[in-house]
């Protein structure tokens, strides 16, 4: 039974651009949420979200983010127009209908911005 | 707002020591606690939690306290093992579920044989 799997690891990109992060949750979980953990910073929430339904977003900057679960394949986390201080850790959990307390992590996206 | 507080790192230990990373907290209301662990390559995983004043979570060894009147969640453990060797965070949430969990800043501990 794989786990929470994100891709890729490691993104390096240059001022500008645009950064897709994917999140591939547990067989069986319909519900993603996506943290941020800014250097020497703890894990900061950003976005939940169930499949074609954003559910809460409260954590996401207002522009240049913006994040999606389609009803087939993974969520994406879009960030456009990069800047340094979007260098970060992106994480992304997911958890069983009915149970929001069990959240499973993947390793995360190491976001690098030059 | 909420807020999570925790032992800076990293700590090291011998094999066998014991082990206490502290966690204080800050919220409104009646927090759920819990400790999470990152092992080298790995995402967060669940170590234990508790959701109420007194309760106790314990999961491997490794025990947790929520003491409402300190606002601390301290994670121990009577004899740690290499294996241990992680990230620990301390996490709470507020909202009535697990959807906006608030972390500190995360705990690097290594485990010497």
């Known amino acids: 039974n794989a786990g929470v799997m994100q891709n890729p690891r490691h993104l390096v990109r240059r001022r500008g651009q645009e950064a897709r992060l994917r999140c591939s949750p547990m067989?069986?979980?319909?519900?993603v949420y996506w943290y941020r953990q800014l250097p020497e910073e703890g894990l900061k929430f950003m976005v939940y979200?169930?499949?074609?339904?954003?559910?809460?977003e409260s954590g996401m900057p207002k522009e240049r983010f913006s994040a999606e679960f389609p009803k087939e394949g993974p969520s994406i986390l879009r960030i456009q127009q990069v800047v340094r201080g979007d260098s970060a850790a992106y994480f992304c959990?997911?958890?069983?209908?009915?149970?929001?307390?069990?959240?499973?992590f993947g390793s995360g996206t190491q976001l690098s911005v030059l | 707002g909420d807020s999570v507080t925790q032992m800076e790192g990293p700590v090291t230990l011998s094999e066998e020591a014991f082990l206490t990373i502290n966690c204080t907290y800050t919220?409104?209301?009646?927090?759920?606690l819990f400790w999470y662990v990152q092992y080298p390559g790995e995402g967060l995983q669940l170590l234990l939690k508790a959701t109420k004043a007194d309760d106790k979570g314990s999961n491997k060894g490794f025990e947790a306290t929520y003491r409402k009147e300190t606002t601390s969640f301290h994670l121990e453990k009577g004899s740690v093992q290499v294996s241990d060797s992680a990230v620990y965070f301390c996490a709470l949430s507020s909202s009535g579920s697990a959807r906006q969990l608030t972390f500190g800043s995360g705990t690097q501990l290594t485990v010497l044989p």
């Open positions: 979200l169930q499949k074609e339904n954003i559910i809460d």
């Open positions: 067989k069986g979980h319909s519900h």
């Open positions: 919220a409104t209301g009646y927090p759920s």
């Open positions: 959990a997911s958890s069983p209908p009915g149970d929001a307390e069990k959240l499973f």
